[in-house]
C-alpha cells in the first residue's frame, strides 16, 4: 500500500490497441445519444467505424456528423451480412435491445448494447442461450463506471488496496429530464423499463464491480411517479437496498429532479466504504464552483486527498473489449457480471413498492 497521497496515481492513459482495420465496428439504432459515446470509445481504441443504420434519416445525419467517414446502410442486413463487421453497437429503444442482440450474435458478430441491455427477465433468459448457443458476447455500456474517469479511478485505487476491504457502495443517480426533448417511448414502461432498470442498472453494477460480488439480493426497492402525472407510467424517483454475497451491502437513489440551475446533467455521487478508509466520487460536478468534472476524494490511515483526474484515467475499458473480441477473453467485463447486473435491477423494479402519491393514474 502507498505511503502518502503523493504515490497514488492512476494507471497510463490507454492508447489505441489495434490498427486501422483490424476491429471493424458498426451501429445500428440510434434511439439515445448514448451510441455517440460508445462509438468514440471503441474509435479511440482503434477501431473502424463502417456502418450506421436507423431508420430514421435524422438521427443518422446526426451520426454523421460525429463521424462523417461512416457508411450509411439501407437495412441492418447490410451491416449483418458483411464480413468484416466485427462487432456491433446499438443504442435501440431498451425493450427492443435483446432482440437486436440476438440476431447479431446469430449474424456471428459480438454486440455491445447501451445500458440497460434489456427490460425482462424473460428477455435475460433468451440473450443467455444466444450467447450460449453462438459463443458470441453481449456487452453492456454501464457509462457510469466505465466511462468516467472518478469511476476508473475508484476501482484502480480499490485494487491497490487503497480502502481495504470494501464494506457499502451508496449511489446517487439524479439526472435531468428536459422533457421535451425526450420521445413517447420513453415514458412507456414496455419499452424504457422503469426507473431501476434504466438508470438502476448503473448503480447495481458499480456495486457488484466494486465489492467484488458475484450477485446481490434486493432487500427492498421503491419507485414513484411524484411530479409527472402526464406520463403515468414514468418513474421519476427510484431506490433500493441490496447485500451483496460477499457480505457488503449498496444502497442506491436514482431521480429526474435535477435543478435547472445546476451546472451539469446531474450531481453524480459515490461513497465506497472500506475496511481502512473511504472514496467519495464527485462524477459530473464539484457543487457551487467551476471546478469541473472528475473529483475523487480519498481518505485512509495514511491521507486525506483530493484528486481532480480528468484527462488523466481515461478509459480503457473500450479498448479491453475490443481486444476481448479479438481474442475471446473477458478481460473489460465478464458476461456474467453484464448479465447479473441487469438481472438484479430488473427484480429491483419488478418488487418495488410504488409510492406514487394517490397511486398510479390509467
Given at each position: 500500500m502507498s505511503a502518502d497521497g503523493g504515490t497514488y496515481a492512476p494507471a497510463p492513459l490507454p492508447d489505441p490497441v489495434v490498427e486501422p482495420g483490424e476491429f471493424t465496428v458498426a451501429a445500428i439504432g440510434l434511439d439515445?445519444?448514448?451510441?455517440?459515446?460508445?462509438?468514440?470509445?471503441?474509435?479511440?481504441?482503434?477501431?473502424?467505424l463502417a456502418w450506421v443504420h436507423d431508420p430514421d434519416p435524422v438521427k443518422v445525419e446526426a451520426f454523421r456528423q460525429h463521424f462523417p467517414d461512416v457508411r450509411v446502410a439501407r437495412s441492418a442486413d447490410e451491416v449483418l451480412d458483411d464480413p468484416a463487421v466485427q462487432l456491433v453497437a446499438s443504442a435501440a429503444v431498451p425493450g427492443d435491445r435483446a432482440a437486436l442482440g440476438v440476431r447479431v450474435m446469430e449474424a456471428g458478430k459480438d454486440y455491445f448494447s447501451d445500458k440497460a441491455p434489456l427490460i425482462t427477465l424473460e428477455q435475460l433468459a433468451t440473450a443467455r442461450d444466444a450467447v450460449a448457443r453462438t459463443g458470441r458476447k453481449y456487452a453492456v455500456y454501464y457509462s457510469e463506471r466505465v466511462h468516467v474517469e472518478t469511476a476508473v479511478f475508484a476501482g484502480q485505487l480499490i485494487e491497490q488496496g487503497a480502502i481495504g476491504r470494501v464494506l457499502q457502495v451508496i449511489g446517487l443517480g439524479p439526472h435531468r429530464l428536459s422533457e421535451p426533448t425526450r420521445p413517447s417511448w420513453f415514458f412507456e414502461r414496455e419499452r424504457y423499463g422503469g426507473i431501476l432498470i434504466d438508470i438502476g442498472s448503473h448503480n447495481v453494477d458499480q456495486v457488484l464491480h466494486y465489492t467484488g460480488a458475484t450477485g446481490a439480493t434486493v432487500v427492498n426497492s421503491q419507485i414513484a411517479n411524484h411530479a409527472h402525472p402526464d406520463h403515468p407510467e414514468f418513474d421519476d424517483f427510484g431506490d433500493a437496498n441490496l447485500v451483496t454475497d460477499t457480505g457488503a451491502t449498496g444502497y442506491f437513489r436514482c431521480d429526474w429532479f435535477t435543478p435547472d440551475g445546476l451546472q451539469t446533467w446531474g450531481d453524480g455521487r459515490s461513497?465506497?466504504?472500506?475496511?481502512?478508509?473511504?472514496?467519495?466520487?464527485?462524477?459530473?460536478?464539484?457543487?457551487?464552483?467551476?471546478?469541473?468534472?472528475?473529483?475523487?476524494?480519498?481518505?485512509?490511515?495514511?491521507?486525506?486527498?483530493?484528486?481532480?483526474?480528468?484527462?488523466?484515467?481515461?478509459?480503457?475499458?473500450?479498448?479491453?473489449l475490443v481486444l476481448d473480441c479479438l481474442q475471446r477473453t473477458e478481460v473489460a467485463m465478464t458476461q456474467e457480471h453484464a448479465f447479473t447486473a441487469i438481472e438484479i435491477a430488473v427484480q429491483a423494479q419488478a418488487a418495488a413498492t410504488d409510492l406514487t402519491p394517490g397511486g398510479r393514474a390509467g
Open positions: 439515445h445519444g448514448h451510441i455517440h459515446g460508445m462509438c468514440e470509445g471503441l474509435v479511440g481504441a482503434g477501431a473502424t461513497f465506497i466504504l472500506g475496511t481502512e478508509g473511504f472514496i467519495e466520487q464527485r462524477k459530473y460536478v464539484n457543487l457551487a464552483t467551476q471546478e469541473g468534472p472528475g473529483h475523487l476524494f480519498l481518505a485512509n490511515g495514511r491521507e486525506e486527498t483530493h484528486y481532480n483526474v480528468t484527462g488523466t484515467v481515461g478509459y480503457p475499458y473500450f479498448g479491453q
